[in-house]
């Protein structure tokens, strides 16, 4: 029996409304033998959802959109976007929909989205459908990530739908439901400028304004201060990725959000021997998305977000790009600061900025290949005296052990080391194990791994494994996109 929900699931249709000339109204396929295979009660519990209703039909169907509530209007969104630098002016939900909006119980707006409910107009030759193994994927890393501190979608629900998707073989499919503070990207904002009408892109950078800068809309230029404020959030995200080693994968302009969410895991995969040019997804052959390129690539795709808000910023086009150029030069400094503060804390050096011990130090990293994330967890054991686990890492111990000491110098604070270093990230053998038994139907994995990453700080006995690097057996990792 599924009782009643608690308090009724009331789903805004602002994005709806306000953006019909995006928005296609549409539906969710049938799932045919809907199975709930991993709910995520505390962020239920934010959104004022009743756990307990969301395990019954009525909210697995609302979790895989088969039972649509009164009032709520799901819809695919339009959007055009850059994909690995070449434009396509339409693209759009493929194989996802904007179920509504929701308040949380903070009074925040969130967006509850699902992904794999079935093609829509915008599925071009996709079948729509998402598998097992890649929605797990999506929610544990980006779970992971929200334990970090990243600003990212984040995870509600996996619901198995009992239909079978066609990959390189037959695998169980699934629909993945989503939250985010909002699912608006520079491709939405490519797509308005795209179709000429002034009018819609306007309205939509007005929608944006309101929900992610509303401090903008009392500036001289409301548009530049959305500019700006979009700039700042995307220079703190990517320094985030980057003081952890994540790799997005495939950055693309229509997977970039105006909030400063990180979205769209799909080829992501944490970096383990620390090397500027690491790549894992199997389509970015020429590197354009490697862990290096990553604060250019925000910069590019933030270029291309100004270029469509260059009428807005001011009817002469020369003074218009003009404030576009020095609002964009502003993601350098801000990225720079936010690295290098990041990285201070990393080294448990509150305050203080030194870029050079930090750029000597990334060269031994690379040198060396050293793991990203173990290695400021073993270097913290050198501030009492126990430098062995940090040493036994470089190839040139000279150069690593003068490193030491002017590090050391500085009297760094092992404390903020442990609260800054996570021993626990999802690594990608570790990803991977766990999706093979979760697509065989054992979740297990996935929880124990889920429990690691999402309290990433603390060091556990028993959880050893999770703090370890691949083995080598492991091999070089591949990653995929359109899964
Ligand atoms: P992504 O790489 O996930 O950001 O997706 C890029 C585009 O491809 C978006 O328009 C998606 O909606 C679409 N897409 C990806 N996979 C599928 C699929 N299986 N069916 C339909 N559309 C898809
Ligand atoms: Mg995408």
């Not at 979205?263 to 021997?273: L, R, S, T, V």
């Not at 030491?404 to 626990?424: I, K, S």
Request: with cysteine; net charge negative.
């Amino acid at each position: 029996m599924s009782a009643a929900p608690a308090k009724p699931v009331v789903l805004g249709s602002w994005f709806a409304r306000d953006l019909a000339d995006m928005a296609v109204t549409w539906q969710a396929e049938p799932a045919p033998d809907p199975k709930l295979l991993i709910l995520n009660e505390p962020l239920a519990a934010d959104l004022g959802l009743d756990p307990d209703w969301l395990r019954g039909p009525d909210g697995v169907g609302l979790l895989t959109g088969t039972v649509v509530r009164d009032g709520a209007a799901p819809v695919a969104q339009a959007y055009s976007g850059h994909q690995f630098g070449g434009f396509v002016p339409r693209l759009g939900d493929g194989r996802a929909l904007l179920l509504g909006e929701l308040t949380d119980t903070e009074g925040r707006l969130r967006d509850l989205h699902l992904k794999g409910s079935g093609r829509t107009p915008f599925a071009r030759g996709g079948d729509g459908l998402a598998a097992v193994g890649p929605m797990l994927r999506e929610y544990l890393i980006s779970e992971a990530m929200h334990a970090l501190g990243i600003p990212t979608t984040r995870s509600l629900a996996v619901v198995a739908t009992g239909r079978p998707v066609h990959r390189d073989t037959a695998l169980p499919g699934a629909v993945l439901a989503r939250v985010a503070s909002s699912h608006l990207r520079v491709g939405s904002f490519q797509f308005a400028a795209a179709t000429g009408d002034a009018a819609l892109l306007r309205r939509l950078a007005d929608h944006a304004i309101a929900r992610h800068a509303p401090a903008a809309a009392q500036a001289d230029n409301p548009y530049v201060a959305l500019f700006e404020a979009t700039v700042a959030v995307q220079a703190d995200l990517i320094a985030r990725w980057m003081l952890v080693g994540f790799i997005h994968g495939v950055m693309n302009t229509d997977n970039m959000t105006i909030s400063g969410e990180t979205i769209d895991y799909g080829p992501c995969a944490f970096m383990d021997g620390y090397h500027p040019g690491t790549v894992f997804s199997s389509i970015d052959s020429g590197g354009r998305y490697a862990y290096g390129n990553q604060p250019g690539i925000a910069m590019w795709n933030l270029a291309r977000f100004a270029e469509t808000l260059l009428p807005l910023f001011d009817e002469d086009t020369d003074r218009a790009i003009a404030v576009a150029t020095q609002a964009l030069d502003g993601f350098r400094a801000q990225y720079e600061a936010a690295w290098l503060t990041g990285m201070g804390a990393k080294l448990g050096l509150a305050g203080s900025s030194d870029a050079a011990l930090v750029e000597d130090l990334l060269t031994q990293l690379a040198q060396s290949q050293v793991d990203f994330t173990s290695f400021f967890r073993q270097l913290a054991r050198a501030v009492s005296g126990d430098r062995e686990p940090s040493r036994g890492l470089f190839l040139d111990l000279a150069a690593f052990d003068a490193w030491l000491q002017r590090w050391l110098a500085l009297n760094p604070d092992a404390a903020l080391m442990d609260r800054t270093n996570p021993v626990y990230i999802p690594r990608n053998h570790l990803v991977e194990q766990a999706l093979t038994a979760a697509t065989g139907g054992d979740l297990g994995p996935v929880e124990q791994l889920l429990s690691a990453v999402t309290d990433p700080y603390v060091e556990r006995p028993g959880l050893e494994r999770y703090a370890e690097p691949a083995p080598d057996s492991f091999g070089p990792y591949q990653t995929f996109c359109g899964t």
